[in-house]
């Protein structure tokens, strides 16, 4: 019964909160309104997500968001004084492989967008069997460290969050 | 309204337009395409992100309704950003072939996705090199 | 004060506008015009937000929204393109 009625749980949620937001709107009839369409989509669309990503330790996935957030603050500050207090051609940018232990393909979005998101790394290419990330650092002295850093800091953590 | 709440948004919005400024002036200023990359995708989502926060306050504190819709839009940029900074590098290994040539190895047989020579594609990537 | 900061904030933005147009017009490749004009998008959600503040006028935020995804569309087509050579496969 739970499985027809909302095959998607997190959708479901996803969508009325982005109803709700879109309408700027909390009262009861844009709530009974946005779960219509919360219930429905899903239904509509479930052909299209054959697999569901298992999604556990709700605890980690705070810990994890908190802690993205301060590094994009921090990683702001640091390129923006890279970028005004350094000349361009003094920087040590380089590309760096990150072997990635993930396998599940959600997961290593998450990661991928992570990593574009904070200290000096931008995500540029997936290895064909997805088994590595091709990474760009901008300001680089110790890419073994950066790689042990981001392994440590977000893989780990999104381990802990789909598998 | 309390001053320090006011102190607070101007400082947001501030904050906001500088982090954007940065961020254009490094896809103005920086040498090569992939470290231009880094600008952009940074500053300007953290600039939009406070100008929004100072967005939601303002119509908090000044016009005293809850309007906290802006967060769609912050939440859109968040997300749209990373998908953004992929697709455009991804092109960018693609055409350029000095850039290509200094990629590290995967560590393991296959190459990487982009560049991975499946069948029939081969010719595509001639076609679309940087001229 | 808030008057203040965004006019500050505009004055920079516009800065930042002229900046991307620099980008895209030096090029040199056609990626870095794509990437300009991204961060052009971004510019404008963030200047009809400030100018949505201070003119008081709540109704300029669907505008603000429909850039950004407008935006992102026509950025990852483009990409898409030169990846691919078609934008829908």
Redesign the interface.
Known sequence: MRKILVPHPILTLFITLVWLLLANDFSAGHVVLGLILGIGIPQITSVYWPERPKIGAPLVIVEYVLVVLWDIIVSNVQVARLVLFHRGDALRSTFITVPLELTAPEAITTLAGTITMTPGTVSTDLSADGRALLVHCLDVDDPAGTVAQIKARYEARLKRIFE | MPIVA??L???L??V????????????????D????????????????GS??I??MA??AV??GT????????TL?????????????????????RRERA???????E???????P?PGSTD?LA??E?K | MITLACQIALVAIGLSVVLNVYRIVAGPDVLDRILALDTMVINAIALIVVIAMLFEAPTYFEAALLFAMVGFLTTVSFCKYLLRGNVIE
């Not at chain 2, 200094?102 to 393991?108: E, V």
């Open positions: 006011e102190f948004i101007a400082a919005i501030v906001g337009a500088f982090f954007l400024l940065v961020g254009s002036f490094a896809l103005a200023k920086l040498p395409m992939m470290r231009r990359l880094h600008g952009p995708t940074k500053a300007t989502t953290l600039g939009v100008i929004l100072a967005s303002y119509a000044v016009r809850l309007s906290i819709h802006e967060l769609l839009i859109f940029l968040f997300l749209t950003a990373p998908v953004t900074a992929f697709m455009v590098a991804k092109a960018h290994i693609l055409r350029d200094k990629l590290p190895p995967t560590g393991s296959k190459g990487w996705a982009t560049l991975d499946s595509e076609g679309f940087r």
